[in-house]
């Protein structure tokens, strides 16, 4: 599988602080994508990134959530004020432009207190 | 819409022995591929198996082998031999063109 990394693996935050989630793909992507889950919850779709610009949005990604590729390599989720109900897992995900399958990155693991 | 739906939260194995996990899917499409990813207590999501709706014959990998019945639309992921590095949270997705669909989720335990 192809790495996809993603920092940082855990961010504790306070309550209307803005967040930076970060994800480092190799190259050769064709889609990538931010997923949620909450604990105990199911995956949740966030956002779909296709040739630098957003290709798709779920009702969750509101107006507080961003993403943007400013080097072309880094692929960025910002909450700009997190609440506690942001307190999740989130998920980097790509699709080769080779291939049919999403491949995860570790995750990273954010709690709003 | 694409839904995917998981109706066991909970399955349980003896080690050593054989396991089925539902998945059942609505679509309208005819061109689509589903997975099942594995989800252990690290919370990393781990591609287990792919199927291409095209493709008539079941995918298998190793112990881990799908039944996937197009016209029930049915995906359902069967794990031999169960190994206790198989306890995991195993989700079942849906793809169509460049979105994703998750299932909630089949906690599974082995026991020894």
């Known amino acids: 599988e192809p790495e996809v990394t993603q920092t940082p693996s855990h961010q504790v935050t306070q309550m209307g602080q803005e967040v930076i989630l970060r994800c480092v793909p190799i190259?050769?992507?064709?889609?990538f994508y931010w997923y949620r889950q909450i604990l105990g919850q199911k995956v949740e779709f966030l956002v779909s990134?296709?040739?630098?610009?957003?290709?798709?949005k779920s009702e969750i990604f509101d107006d507080q959530f961003s993403v943007e590729r400013p080097d072309g390599s880094n692929f960025t989720l910002k909450i700009r004020s997190t609440k506690l109900e942001d307190s999740a897992m989130y998920f980097c995900?790509?699709?080769?432009?080779?291939?049919?399958?999403?491949?995860f990155g570790e995750g990273s693991w954010l709690t709003v207190v | 819409a694409q839904t995917v739906t998981q109706s066991q939260p909970e399955m349980s194995v003896q080690e050593a022995e054989t396991v089925t996990l539902s998945c059942t899917y609505d679509t309208s499409e005819s061109d689509y591929y589903l997975f099942w990813y594995k989800q252990p207590p690290s919370r990393q999501m781990i591609l287990v198996i792919r199927q291409e709706a095209y493709k008539q014959q079941n995918a298998t990998e190793n112990r881990f082998s799908v039944n996937f019945q197009k016209a029930a639309k049915s995906f359902s992921l069967k794990i031999s031999d169960s190994q206790l590095g198989d306890a995991a949270m195993y989700f079942c997705?849906?793809?169509?063109?460049?979105?994703?669909?998750f299932g909630t989720g089949t906690s599974l335990t082995v026991i020894p």
């Open positions: 997705a849906y793809r169509s063109a460049g979105q994703f669909y």
């Open positions: 190259s050769n992507h064709l889609y």
């Open positions: 990134f296709y040739n630098n610009e957003i290709s798709e």
């Open positions: 995900a790509v699709l080769l432009s080779s291939g049919n399958t999403i491949y």
